[in-house]
C-alpha cells in the first residue's frame, strides 16, 4: 500500500471538493443598515456564491451573530480553511472542515488574528482599505453604519463627490435603507432628474438645470453606496448605474451648447462644431484610453497607476469638474466661455492621460512591473 496523504492534505481536498456554506452562530436582533447581522450575512454569502445555514457536512464558515463585517473578511477567511479569525481574543469567524454541531465554535482552529491583518487593497474601489468588523449592538449602529458608509467610497475619485457630498449621500442612503428602497429604485429616479436636467440646460434655464444635476450627481453616489452598504449589488444594477454614467454627459454638453441661444450668448455653427469634436471626441478617448489600461496592465485603471494619476482624477475634465467650470463661469454671466473652456479643459485632459498611457506602456516593454501605487 502505498503512503497516506498527510492530514492537512485530506482536509484540504475535502474542502474543494464540497461547497462552502455559511452559517450563523447565535442571534442577534441589533439592526444594521435595517436588516439584521444573520440577513446580512446571507447576503455576504449569496454574493460570494456559498450556501447560508446549510445542513450536512463538509466546509462551513462559522460567524458569530454578535459581530457585523464587510464582505472582504468573509472572502479572507474563505482561503484560511481550519483557521478561526479573532478580535480582541474573541472567535469571530471560524472555517472548519467537517460538520459543526451545536452553536458555538469547534475546538483545534488555528488563531488569525484581526489585528495582525487590518489593511486589503480593494481594487473595485481602487484603493487600500481597512475593512469594518465591529461587535454590534444598539450603541455602535451608527458608528458602524459611518464606517461601512465610508468604507464604500472610492478611493480614486472627483473632488465634488470625495468632497462636497459625502455626508448628503450619507444621509439619504440611511434614509434609503430604512425605507427599504432598492439601488435600482434610487438609480431610476436619478435618472429621471438627469433627463429634466439635459432639458432645462437645452432651454438655456442654467441654474435649475444645475439644481437638477446635483441632486442627480448625489443620487448616483447614493445608489451606489446603498448597493454595497445592504448588499443588493446585481448585474442589472451595474448596468444601469454605469450605462447611464457613460451615455449622459455628452448630451448634457451639447444642450448647454444649444441653450446658449437663451442668453444671446450662441455660438458660431463652427465654434459650436468645434467646441463639441473637442468635448465628445476627448470624452471617448478618454475612456478609451482608460479602457487600454485595464487590457495591458491586469485590470489597472489608468488614475491609480501612480499618486500623480490619482491627483489628476480629482479634477480630469469628467462631469462634476466639468460642471464647477460651468458652474463659476455662469455665475460671471458667460455660460459660453465655460463651455470653451471646458473643451480646452477636456483635449489638456486627454493629452495627460494618453502622455500618461505611452509612458506606461514603454516601462512595461522595458521590463518594469506596471501596477497601482495603492497595492504596494
Known amino acids: 500500500m502505498g503512503k497516506e496523504a498527510p492530514i492537512h492534505l485530506l482536509i484540504?481536498?475535502?474542502?474543494?471538493?464540497?461547497?462552502?456554506?455559511?452559517?450563523?452562530?447565535?442571534?442577534?436582533p441589533t439592526l444594521i443598515w435595517g436588516m439584521t447581522s444573520d440577513e446580512r450575512l446571507r447576503r455576504i454569502a449569496t454574493a460570494q456564491k456559498m450556501d447560508f445555514d446549510g445542513e450536512g457536512s463538509g466546509p462551513?464558515?462559522?460567524?458569530?451573530?454578535?459581530?457585523?463585517?464587510?464582505?472582504?473578511?468573509?472572502?479572507?477567511?474563505?482561503?484560511?480553511?481550519?483557521?478561526?479569525?479573532?478580535?480582541?481574543?474573541?472567535?469571530?469567524?471560524?472555517?472548519?472542515?467537517?460538520?459543526?454541531?451545536?452553536d458555538g465554535f469547534p475546538e483545534g482552529l488555528r488563531e488569525v488574528r484581526v489585528e495582525d491583518n487590518r489593511v486589503f487593497y480593494n481594487e473595485t474601489l481602487r484603493k487600500r482599505e481597512d475593512p469594518v468588523i465591529e461587535r454590534l449592538d444598539p450603541g455602535t449602529v451608527r458608528s458602524i453604519e459611518r464606517k461601512t458608509?465610508?468604507?464604500?467610497?472610492?478611493?480614486?475619485?472627483?473632488?465634488?463627490?470625495?468632497?462636497?457630498?459625502?455626508?448628503?449621500?450619507?444621509?439619504?442612503?440611511?434614509?434609503?435603507?430604512?425605507?427599504?428602497?432598492?439601488?435600482?429604485?434610487?438609480t431610476g429616479i436619478g435618472a429621471i432628474l438627469c433627463v429634466i436636467a439635459t432639458w432645462l440646460f437645452?432651454?438655456?434655464?442654467?441654474?435649475?438645470?444645475?439644481?437638477?444635476?446635483?441632486?442627480?450627481?448625489?443620487?448616483?453616489?447614493?445608489?451606489?453606496?446603498?448597493?454595497?452598504?445592504?448588499?443588493?449589488?446585481?448585474?442589472?444594477?451595474?448596468?444601469?448605474?454605469?450605462?447611464?454614467?457613460?451615455?449622459h454627459p455628452p448630451f448634457w454638453w451639447w444642450a448647454?451648447?444649444?441653450?446658449?441661444?437663451?442668453?444671446?450668448?450662441?455660438?458660431?455653427n463652427a465654434t459650436f462644431a468645434t467646441v463639441m469634436i473637442a468635448i465628445v471626441g476627448g470624452y471617448v478617448v478618454q475612456r478609451l484610453i482608460e479602457g487600454e489600461s485595464i487590457r495591458r496592465f491586469a485590470g489597472m485603471h489608468i488614475h491609480v497607476w501612480e499618486k500623480l494619476d490619482s491627483d489628476f482624477r480629482l479634477i480630469t475634465a469628467r462631469r462634476n469638474p466639468n460642471m464647477v467650470i460651468l458652474f463659476f463661469a455662469t455665475l460671471l454671466q458667460r455660460p459660453?466661455?465655460?463651455?470653451?473652456?471646458?473643451?480646452?479643459?477636456?483635449?489638456?485632459?486627454?493629452?495627460?492621460?494618453?502622455?500618461?498611457?505611452v509612458q506606461a506602456i514603454n516601462r512595461k516593454a522595458r521590463g518594469i512591473e506596471i501596477k497601482s501605487w495603492l497595492a504596494v
Open 60 to 102: 462551513a464558515l462559522l460567524v458569530s451573530a454578535d459581530y457585523v463585517f464587510e464582505p472582504a473578511w468573509l472572502k479572507f477567511m474563505a482561503q484560511r480553511p481550519g483557521e478561526v479569525l479573532t478580535m480582541g481574543g474573541v472567535k469571530v469567524i471560524g472555517h472548519t472542515a467537517g460538520t459543526a454541531s451545536g
Open 149 to 186: 458608509y465610508f468604507g464604500a467610497y472610492k478611493g480614486v475619485t472627483d473632488l465634488l463627490t470625495k468632497y462636497l457630498w459625502p455626508e448628503w449621500a450619507l444621509v439619504l442612503t440611511r434614509i434609503a435603507a430604512r425605507l427599504h428602497m432598492t439601488p435600482n429604485m434610487v
Open 256 to 268: 448647454w451648447g444649444v441653450g446658449l441661444g437663451a442668453w444671446g450668448l450662441a455660438l458660431t
Open 336 to 357: 459660453d466661455i465655460g463651455l470653451i473652456a471646458v473643451a480646452v479643459w477636456t483635449v489638456l485632459s486627454c493629452l495627460f492621460h494618453a502622455v500618461r498611457l
Open 202 to 247: 437645452w432651454q438655456g434655464d442654467y441654474w435649475a438645470g444645475m439644481a437638477a444635476g446635483l441632486v442627480f450627481m448625489v443620487f448616483d453616489t447614493v445608489d451606489g453606496k446603498l448597493a454595497r452598504c445592504t448588499i443588493t449589488s446585481s448585474g442589472w444594477g451595474h448596468v444601469f448605474d454605469h450605462g447611464i454614467d457613460l451615455v
Open 12 to 28: 484540504q481536498k475535502t474542502m474543494t471538493s464540497a461547497p462552502l456554506r455559511a452559517r450563523s452562530i447565535g442571534s442577534n
